[in-house]
């Protein structure tokens, strides 16, 4: 994997990514030349087209990356990556026509891009049809050896088997003479040079998976290997780089404080994060004002009560504040005390199912988020009822706190719509993995995966 700002990206998601833009790049020059020729005029230098080809090409990956074609469903079937293709496409001639119509002469001809799109689809299909059966080979996957045979190893073994997995195990070694939840693990008393046995195993990654480290690191082992250039990693980084979470079964406080995280260098990040939501909050509320008013009229007609929504919830420090939205339950929904939404919630209004799977009743947070309460980007704000609960039942529970919620996030993109205790311990994993990892890059990656969960309706309820 590649470490970009503090985030993991796949070799191979790298390696597509690169050759997409290429394909882009190539695909808006075809266009121009078709259409050129169609008109009969002088097609110039490329270097003439520079700017325009690249507003092109990142506007079209950008779509590309917000409607999940870089998704581990997508790397596996070109049928599927097809389908999202073209959504991404669509959406990025939309978006270059905006920009033709706003900046004229920066962008391609509106109708180079007729030419362009169905070439651009052309070449981007070609692309994973030609690599479809390269990407999860072994050439993408890193060789790892785990130091453990038993449940951590066994939750490494069955990672390790998911077709998305950027790494194959290649031995287990046990490092005690008890019985071994995998059963092929060798002990590590019967390799007599272990620093050989790594080397012709191709090993470039060990993995301590160690149900107990004391008394059981072979440090010496370890360190020789080390200065080999072979990485050495324990369980809970491993997870935490290839799932994009933080484990919670494994993690322990020293691991949160001496791990790479929390960086000091926040200041800037948070003031460039503060900027950001106050310009987009603006424009996102004079834009949708309309629509906003539209809505609460609806709300208003279909069912008795007031139309905007105000809810108490846990923000930064432990502090509360009023979350505003517009109503989507009948005013009665909580007589009976707080209570976790459900699927198909039969409080919900009929323009409630309506807003909530559109995400309409979400649009008045952007007032909150212009009053510095809430962010674009951060975990989702909880009710006081809710976190005493949690914060009794699940371990750094607190600590998400630590960071600015907002309206959209990490847990948002990458785990499905729950309401419980299991599924508020799933959401924490991500959550500290955001806490954590924060920066003005990873929330980027994160506005513009929403589109993904708004379009095909990921999580709502």
Do not use: C
Not at 428 to 446: G, S, V
Not at 449 to 455: D, H, P
Request: charged share 20%.
């Amino acid at each position: 994997m590649i470490r970009l700002f503090k985030h993991y990206i796949p070799n191979a998601v790298l390696l597509l990514g690169l050759l997409d833009f290429v394909g882009l790049i190539v695909a808006g020059e075809l266009g121009w030349l078709v259409r050129a020729h169609q008109i009969g005029i002088d097609v110039g230098a490329v270097s003439d087209r520079q700017l325009p080809l690249m507003i092109f090409a990142v506007l079209v990956q950008t779509a590309m990356i917000a409607v999940g074609v870089y998704g581990s469903d997508a790397l596996r079937s070109v049928r599927y990556a097809t389908a999202r293709l073209m959504v991404a496409v669509s959406l990025g001639i939309i978006a270059l026509s905006v920009v033709y119509f706003l900046l004229p002469g920066r962008t391609l001809w509106r109708s180079n891009l007729f030419y362009a799109m169905f070439i651009a689809m052309a070449i981007l299909v070609f692309i994973r049809i030609l690599l479809g059966g390269l990407l999860g080979t072994a050439v993408f996957r890193r060789r790892v050896l785990v130091l453990g045979a038993g449940q951590r190893a066994d939750r490494l073994r069955k990672l390790g088997e998911r077709t998305e997995a950027g790494f194959v195990i290649v031995g287990y070694i046990g490092m005690s003479d008890g019985a071994h939840v995998i059963e092929e693990a060798i002990n590590r008393s019967a390799i007599h040079n272990f620093t050989r046995y790594v080397e012709n195993l191709g090993v470039s990654e060990v993995v301590l998976a160690l149900e107990e480290r004391r008394n059981a690191l072979p440090l010496k082992d370890l360190l020789r290997i080390k200065t080999t250039g072979v990485h050495v990693n324990d369980f809970s980084t491993f997870m935490e780089r290839e799932t994009g979470r933080v484990d919670l079964d494994t993690v322990n406080p020293s691991w949160l404080i001496f791990s790479d995280g929390f960086s000091s260098g926040r200041m800037i990040s948070s003031a460039m994060k503060r900027l950001f939501d106050i310009f987009a909050s603006l424009i996102l509320l004079a834009l949708t004002a309309p629509l906003i008013a539209l809505f609460a009229l609806l709300v208003k007609l279909d069912s008795k009560g007031p139309a905007l929504f105000r809810q108490t919830r846990v923000g930064l420090y432990g502090q509360n504040f009023n979350l505003i939205k517009l109503r989507s339950m009948r005013t009665d929904a909580e007589k009976a005390g707080a209570q976790w939404a459900s699927k198909d919630d039969p409080r919900v209004t009929r323009v409630g199912r309506l807003i909530r799977k559109l995400r309409i009743d979400e649009l008045p947070q952007a007032w909150t988020v212009l009053k510095g309460e809430m962010s674009f980007v951060g975990p989702r704000p909880e009710r006081p009822e809710f976190v005493g609960e949690l914060e009794e039942q699940l371990s750094y529970y607190a600590e998400r706190h630590m960071v600015k919620p907002g309206i959209t996030g990490w847990a948002q993109i990458n785990y499905p719509y729950g309401a419980s205790i299991e599924d508020s311990r799933h959401k924490l994993e991500y959550d500290l993995y955001y806490a954590k990892n924060y920066t003005p890059f990873l929330d980027l990656l994160i506005l513009i995966q929403t589109l993904r969960v708004v379009l095909w309706n990921e999580g709502a309820r």
